[in-house]
């Protein structure tokens, strides 16, 4: 690793490794990027282990319009990040289905509420009865629910491991050196980052240190002395293979809160855990109890044709969970300024990605955001106590 860099990102990750990107991509900079990845394997990183899904069925503008830049970006996905030379560019897997919100009834007056916000923002989403979900969703039962909320266009999901190392290719690609390395203490001097000190004790200076370290995101910024209210939460996500087959399935979020979606000839499933069992820093190992006491039973009474179904994988990864409000902690401290943050997606990280990279890599290049002001997001809101309220949070 260089004795001196101008931005070191720590965190290799999809996030990381988009911000790497985008900033390389700048007409205007020329410096030296180097990425600090701990698990170049990328076993326990939560890209690889993300049920990787898009939507715009959100409740905060802004969150609604990095995932428009998103989807917009996957879309182009071959062409952004093409590397030159090469005759094609990656293929991510883009699967546009929509996504299924279903309402019981006090929750449906939030849900036409939260839809008008979604049309301000020009997502395409409908609204549905019962009788228009029974139409369009025959397969689907309908007891307890009032409303539902489909997104028709631009929601979906994809490969994001293949995403990651997309990203990562290019990036190395444009000039950025990946090391495969831990930092273990971060240098402060006054208020700036001066250097980041590596676990086999080089030492390196850096213009700006970039904190997208993911659910380990806490650690690092409190070797700068700052706190940062993200822990990492388990979630377990199920595989299964139905015995009955059922057309024209989106993702669905059930009344429950369980969700599943098809995946190729399979389905996905998953639930929050309860919040004695949503604790901090838990083994990554699947938690089998969900899927018997929490997540089939309600998959069983939304759609009969899964009545009976086989679990045939599961897996375990980790949220970057913001404590303070499940959304995105993003931007310069604001005392420690060449300290950025990129941290506390709350499982939305993976689809922030391309618009997150693009906001930080202009925070570095131009002192601010250009394209999409992010700055709803920023650090100062929670030393003020002010929380940005998504109402559309799936746990």
């Not at 917009?72 to 991510?92: M, Q, Y």
Request: charged letters at 20%; glycine letters at 10%.
């Amino acid at each position: 690793m260089s004795p001196s860099v101008d931005v070191a990102i720590v965190g290799g990750g999809v996030m990381g490794s988009a911000i790497a990107f985008f900033l390389l991509s700048e007409p205007s900079f020329d410096g030296h990027v180097t990425v600090i990845e701990r698990d170049p394997s990328y076993r326990r990183a939560s890209s690889a282990l993300s049920a990787s899904s898009i939507r715009q069925q959100f409740s905060t503008p802004e969150n609604i319009r990095m995932s428009r830049f998103g989807f917009d970006f996957l879309r182009e996905v071959a062409r952004h990040l093409l590397i030159e030379g090469a005759d094609t560019g990656p293929d991510v897997g883009l699967t546009e289905q929509g996504y299924l919100y279903l309402a019981s009834p006090d929750r449906a007056d939030a849900l036409g509420e939260i839809h008008a916000i979604q049309e301000a923002e020009g997502a395409e989403v409908a609204l549905l009865t019962p009788e228009d979900l029974a139409a369009r969703f025959p397969w689907m039962a309908l007891d307890g629910v009032a409303l539902g909320s489909l997104g028709l266009h631009g929601e979906g999901w994809f490969d994001g491991y293949a995403l990651m190392q997309a990203f990562r290719r290019k990036a190395l690609s444009l000039g950025a050196e990946f090391v495969a390395a831990e930092v273990v203490r971060v240098r402060v001097g006054g208020s700036r980052v001066e250097a980041v000190e590596l676990h086999d004790g080089t030492s390196t200076a850096c213009g700006t240190l970039v904190n997208a370290a993911g659910p380990w995101a806490r650690d690092l910024a409190a070797m700068a002395g700052v706190l940062l209210p993200v822990e990492a939460r388990r979630r377990s996500v199920f595989v299964f293979d139905a015995r009955r087959r059922i057309d024209d399935c989106p993702l669905v979020i059930d009344t429950s809160g369980a969700w599943f979606r098809p995946e190729g000839d399979l389905f996905l499933a998953a639930t929050s855990p309860s919040e004695g069992d949503d604790r901090d820093g838990l083994p990554l190992e699947v938690d089998a109890r969900q899927w018997e006491d929490s997540v089939w039973p309600a998959l069983a009474a939304r759609v009969p044709a899964f009545d009976a179904v086989k679990v045939t994988n599961a897996w375990a990864g980790y949220y970057d969970y913001n404590t303070f409000d499940q959304n995105a902690i993003l931007g310069s401290h604001p005392e420690v300024r060449n300290l950025l943050f990129a941290n506390g997606f709350s499982g939305h990280g993976i689809q922030q990605a391309p618009a997150v990279g693009r906001a930080i890599a202009e925070v570095i290049v131009h002192g601010r955001y250009v394209s999409l002001d992010l700055s709803v997001f920023g650090y100062e809101r929670i030393a003020a106590g002010h929380r940005v309220v998504e109402r559309n949070v799936i746990g």
